[in-house]
């Protein structure tokens, strides 16, 4: 298949200089963490890094249905010495994909004339918005109930089947790779070290060759349980990519029907993976908040209006590790204009939680200590230019490490059940919860002495300092739409000012009180469960003022980087060198 490359050799140039595409290593082939493993955990480590090699190849074909073809016809370029091709295939390899984003919120598309569909790969490429809802709606009105709810479910494929569409499990799509990454688990539990983590494997090795969500439910339940174990290998499920299951609520005759017969629309889920150790001192730190989440959860707004994950007198189904990364691959590792450095899961649309299973929080230590002389010449550059030089001796980098912290537990609070109503909405409202609890919990925490008075000023400046981006970002960019949101209401709210040059100021003595202002409005949307108050949310607070575009032009003059790429040395040489 023959492919024509979209971006001209200055550009590819421009676009991976080091200075515009930020190198995230993760840990190096000689690392301590590794070298001080068991030889059988060393052993167990090349399998799952192969493992998530497979489930890599996952995640690009549900990005997009030429994903795999181009990157084969850009690496046979390569090996014939096309430049233009080499440099592409370093940009698709950070983004992985056809089609991403940068962090001016520009796209970074690959392939001539290709398209970015609302559905990805999850459903035909040709389908509009409109047709899957006529479709669905014929189908509904034709009894074929069960193939709907399939269609609309989270672990489907969706195919044109005549007139009428069809719903495809993953485990039948994917059936090559989930049983190639179901034979990496298998290995990996034979030599693996720890027996917990070893039931965990053979449980996802079953769920993996299984077309049933509740062998899926049984090992995210033991996944959500593991505490003490040397390694962490995660089968992630996130659903930030899909944005066209989400509008069948809009239409008001499919939704109707739809509620009519039961059927709860998922957004489709984006496979990842994380491969790492367990890094205990850092889990420590983070597990000191645990005996404060029954607090955290007292302290929610309208507490006794729904049921949360965690309730006020037992915190026992939370588990928190601090991982050293080996590898990310698919959705985990898709740097497109950022990439996460922790995650609550499973989420709340999960059958695990429904079963007795809890939740997880992995933290992400390499992804978020970026202290390469680079990377701190970029934020010394950023702060001179954009924060009040008074309020420099506050802004503390650890501190947005606490604030994460912070925003995972948060993740475990408030409603957990009823938000898919909110449709497209959803994950923008979700994301912005998490960032406003933690900052609305602090006093709490500082009066029962989780922080001093000193840590919730870092937090509460680092915080404001980093609450603007480059670039005003589209709607499907979830977690860069709820910055701009917390940057208005900010400064909406008096809590944090922009003067006439573009310099923040942050008035700590009203950013909790704001912070608690604006959760109780976002708890009040997920309580509607209605898609036109979310929708209304939005429209409210996701804006582009003066103030905020100051601030904006001044981060793109002090910082030409536009993406970044994970760079794995271990991952690498285990798969080099791996006798398996």
Known sequence: MEFELNLPLEELEKRTDKDYLIRKPLLDKDAIEYNNL????????????????????????????????????????????????????????????????????????????????????????????????????????????????????????????????????????????????????????????????NEYLLLQVKALRGNDPMLDAKADKK???LQDTPLEFTISREQYADLLTGTVIEDEELKELLDKNGINPISKDSIGTRVGIVNEKGTQDILKI????????????????????????????QTMVDVDIVSLRGDEGAYRGGITIAQNLPNNDKLSLTIGGGRRNVYHRQIRTSNSPEALERRKKRLNATLNPELHKWYNPEADHWFTIGHENVHSLGPKSGTEALGKYKNIIEENKADMGSLALLDCLVNAGVYTEEEKKQILVTFGADCFLKAKPELSQAHRVRTVMQAYYF???????????????????????????????????????????????INDYFKWTDDIDRVSKKLRETDKSLNGMIVTPLADFLCKNSSV
């Open 290 to 317: 645990k005996n404060y989440l029954p607090l955290m959860a007292e302290n929610m707004p309208y507490k006794e209006e729904y049921e949360q994950n965690i309730s006020s007198d037992d915190d026992n189904l």
């Open 491 to 537: 400064i909406k709210e008096g809590a944090i000012l922009v003067d006439k040059d573009g310099i923040i100021n942050i008035n700590t003595d009203k950013m909790v009180s704001t912070a608690n202002k604006m959760l109780s409005e976002i708890i009040k949307v997920q309580l509607s469960q209605n898609f036109n108050s979310g929708e209304k949310f």
């Open 38 to 197: 068991p030889d059988g955990d060393k052993k167990a480590l090349q399998h799952l890094v192969k493992a998530a090699e497979y489930a890599n190849l996952i995640y690009m074909k549900q990005d997009n249905e030429l994903n795999i073809p181009f990157l084969k016809y850009l690496e046979k370029e390569t090996e014939n010495g096309n430049k233009e091709a080499e440099l592409t295939k370093i940009l698709f390899c950070a983004q992985l994909g056809i089609i991403g984003i940068d962090s001016e919120s520009n796209k970074v598309i690959l392939l001539k004339n290709a398209v970015e569909k609302e559905g990805k790969a999850f459903y035909p490429s040709d389908i509009t918005k409109e047709e899957l809802h006529s479709i669905l709606k014929c189908m509904l009105k034709e009894g074929k109930t069960e193939e709907v709810k399939n269609i609309l479910n989270q672990r489907t494929i969706v195919k044109r089947d005549g007139k009428y569409l069809k719903a495809v499990d993953y485990t039948v799509e994917f059936k090559e790779e989930f049983n190639n990454i179901a034979d990496e688990l298998e290995k990996a539990a034979i030599v693996s070290t720890n027996k917990d983590f």
């Open 223 to 225: 996944w959500a349980s």
